[in-house]
Structure formats: structure tokens, C-alpha cells
């Protein structure tokens, strides 16, 4: 019965890939850091694992055999908000800026350290969780946010966010005027002091694209030339959406 409610306890992961070496790894590290870990080694398997049991976050391989992970990606979204690592055995920036575009939090390329991997999934297990210090509900332009609840509605719809998206929207709310760059970003949003910086780049036109009524003329997330991005608005706490 311990055992039982202990595992009830222990966060879900998701492990996808077809290499089953890697797949063993990588599930051998999470397993060990005391995480419940599910494998698949293909889309279709993935999906009815998922739905089975849903995962508190997914490890996804891009190149899966037929139903590649950014179909998986999308499908699962479509299910619902889950955080995403998309695993890539290319270094291609294309491959890894695809993976954020259908909405993955995060990527690791291979070859990849699996304790590297792991502190990824902490990291973003940890940012998906409400912020008790920062649960203070924001307004600004048309914009609501509920930390606590993670909701985010803009003029009364709610909004469709990544966990990385809302962390991003959030923090500049919270710091409205203020000018940040790409690495500030990083650091602040993602909690990182390094990586790959067309991350944050993609998250924000993923942002401008839901916030924006003209993404290709953004009006509240505002590009500063050779210095990084500026949120045009005063943001108003208290207010719950």
C-alpha cells in the first residue's frame, strides 16, 4: 500500500524513442532520480500510453519510424497541456526550431549527457508547477494572467500557452518597459546560463502569434534593435482572469 501511494507520488514521464538503448538509458537515469517512467518506441504506442496514463511530462525522439514526434507533439497537445523535451539526433537549427514551434518546452540533441537530460526534466517539471511566491494574479492590456491556475485569457479567451510561453508572457508583465535581452531571458525564464539562444526567439514569435492582434506589427512585445525585447504596458496586480 506504501509502495503503491509512493508511486501515485512520483512524477510521470513519458520516455519515446526507438533506439532501445538509448530509451533504456535515459529511463535508467529518470527511474533512479524518482521519476515513474512509461516507454514507447513509436507514435502510435506513445499516444495509447498517454492517454492510458498521462504523463506529467514527455522525453520525445523527432525521428520516430512513420508518425514522426512532431506529429506526436501536436496530437498529444491536442489532448491537452504537457510539457515536451524533444530529443534530435541532427544538429540542424531547422530540426530544433521545428520542435519548438509545435510547442516543445525544451530540446537535448544527440549525443546528449543523460544527467544533462535529467536536470532539463527538473527544470521544467519545476517551472509547470505553480510559483507560490509569485501567485499574485496580473492584468495589462487586455491580458490576464493566474499564475496559481495557469490561466491565461486575453479580452475574456482563454489562451492556448506552452508552460515556457506563460513563463515568458508572466515575467514580462511583470517587468513592464524594461528592456531584456535573449540571454536575460534565458536565465530569468528558462532558469539556464546557457544554451541555445533561438529558444527564447522562437518563444517569442510563438508568444506574439497569440497575444498580438498583428503579430507581424507587435504592439506589446517589442523588438529593441541589437539589445533584445521590451513589454509595452502597464501591468495592474491583483486582478484575477
Not at 512524477?11 to 532520480?33: F, I, K
Not at 530544433?96 to 540533441?109: F, N, P, S
Not at 513592464?176 to 546557457?194: A, I
Request: hydrophobic content about 40%.
Amino acid at each position: 500500500m506504501e509502495q503503491q501511494q509512493y508511486a501515485q507520488t512520483r512524477p510521470r514521464v513519458l520516455v519515446v524513442d526507438d533506439d532501445p538503448t538509448v530509451a533504456e538509458v535515459v529511463s535508467g537515469y529518470l527511474d533512479r532520480a524518482g521519476y515513474l517512467v512509461d516507454r514507447a518506441a513509436d507514435g502510435p504506442e506513445a499516444l495509447a500510453r498517454a492517454a492510458e496514463h498521462r504523463p506529467d511530462l514527455v522525453v520525445l525522439d523527432l525521428m520516430l519510424p512513420g508518425m514522426d514526434g512532431l506529429e506526436v507533439c501536436r496530437r498529444m497537445r491536442g489532448r491537452g497541456p504537457v510539457p515536451v523535451i524533444m530529443l534530435t539526433a541532427r544538429g540542424d537549427e531547422d530540426d530544433r526550431i521545428l520542435g519548438l514551434e509545435v510547442g516543445a518546452d525544451d530540446y537535448v540533441t544527440k549525443p546528449f549527457s543523460p544527467r544533462e537530460l535529467v536536470l532539463r526534466v527538473e527544470s521544467v517539471l519545476r517551472r509547470s508547477r505553480p510559483a507560490v511566491q509569485q501567485s499574485e494574479a496580473l492584468r495589462a492590456s487586455g491580458l490576464s494572467l493566474d499564475p496559481q491556475a495557469r490561466r491565461a485569457v486575453k479580452n475574456g479567451t482563454e489562451l492556448a500557452l506552452t508552460i515556457r510561453e506563460f513563463d515568458l508572457l508572466a515575467f514580462f508583465l511583470r517587468h513592464p518597459g524594461r528592456v531584456f535581452g535573449r540571454e536575460d531571458l534565458m536565465r530569468e525564464v528558462w532558469g539556464w546560463d546557457f544554451g541555445d539562444l533561438s529558444t527564447v526567439t522562437v518563444h517569442v514569435r510563438r508568444l506574439r502569434g497569440k497575444v498580438e492582434d498583428d503579430p507581424a506589427r507587435p504592439r506589446l512585445i517589442q523588438t529593441v534593435w541589437g539589445v533584445g525585447y521590451r513589454f509595452e504596458g502597464v501591468a495592474e496586480s491583483g486582478v484575477r482572469p
